[in-house]
């Protein structure tokens, strides 16, 4: 019997050209004679002998936990485990196996490619939000953009964020990857959380730095990034040491700093 084919498969598998990649997400399709090629965006250049080959029945367990055996509650974060490949010989195969690796991924790809998509502007989505999240629309348009900025961060996601918050355009593709983002997340929304309440409860402090303890400041920033804690679980926005709260805080620095952007992080 002909295995099913979703449309979603069927027109990605048609989009990987020849010997091309396409970065989806945290993975890299590539297209070679015995099919579609799937590996983490980081080891798109690597030879394939150099990586271990994994079977379709562990690419479920592998996009849970990252490099340390941390859960992974963003499936499109760039922590994803490096060191592997996996062949999908055919469409359906490539359907199950990004359904495993990135779910939700190729039907909000489709979604978009197909005109049917609709992204939910942060304000409409913080609107309809209750119980303890109902304060997230009281924030202003400038915090709720530091929030999808530092929140939606390449180094934490790599959806492409399609949905506006305030005068903030969609990003584009060049900025993350292919697999859009139609609306905020759960870790988005308890980052927005924390802004808002941290906002309206807490006492502000006036500091008045200089340009060089700016960059100081920076560098600082920088390297928290580059070293977290180890037993630091990403969804674990309870932390000041999380990284989106990091970025959160490195967001008010922005205005007084040299262009420097912050490059991805695993
Ligand atoms: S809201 Fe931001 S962090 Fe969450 S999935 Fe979308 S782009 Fe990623």
Redesign the pocket.
């Known amino acids: 019997m002909t295995p099913f084919v979703s449309p979603a498969a069927a027109a990605l598998w048609e989009r990987i050209p020849a010997d091309s990649s396409l970065i989806f997400g945290p993975l890299a399709l590539t297209r070679n004679p015995a099919g579609i090629d799937l590996r983490h965006r980081d080891d798109a250049g690597s030879d394939a002998s150099s990586l271990r080959s994994i079977p379709s029945t562990d690419l479920p367990g592998l996009g849970q936990v990252d490099a340390l055996g941390r859960f992974r509650p ?1 499936k ?1 974060s760039p922590n994803l485990v490096r060191g592997w490949f996996h062949t999908a010989p055919d469409a359906p195969a490539l359907d199950a196996a990004l359904d495993a690796m990135l779910p939700g991924g190729l039907a909000d790809w489709y979604a978009v490619q197909s005109g049917t998509a609709a992204p939910i502007p942060w304000q409409q989505y913080a609107d309809r939000q209750t119980g303890m999240y109902r304060n997230v629309a009281l924030m202003n348009e400038p915090e709720a953009e530091e929030v999808a900025r530092a ?2 961060h390449p180094r ?2 790599t ?1 492409q ?1 399609l949905w506006t918050v305030g005068e903030r355009p969609p990003e584009a593709v060049m900025e993350k990857s292919a697999v859009p ?1 139609l609306e ?2 759960a ?2 929304l308890e980052l927005a959380r924390r802004a808002q309440k941290t906002h309206a409860t807490e006492e502000r402090s006036t500091i008045v730095l200089t340009q060089s303890e700016l960059v100081i400041l920076d560098s600082l920033f920088n390297w928290a990034l580059e070293h977290p804690d180890a037993s630091l679980r990403e969804g674990d926005l309870s932390s000041p040491g999380n990284p989106r709260r990091i970025l959160l805080l490195r967001e008010k620095l922005l205005p007084w700093l040299p262009d420097k952007p912050l490059g991805q992080a695993h």
Request: contains cysteine; charged residues 15%.
């Open positions: 963003n499109a929140g939606c934490c996601c959806r964020r983002c905020p997340c870790l988005l």
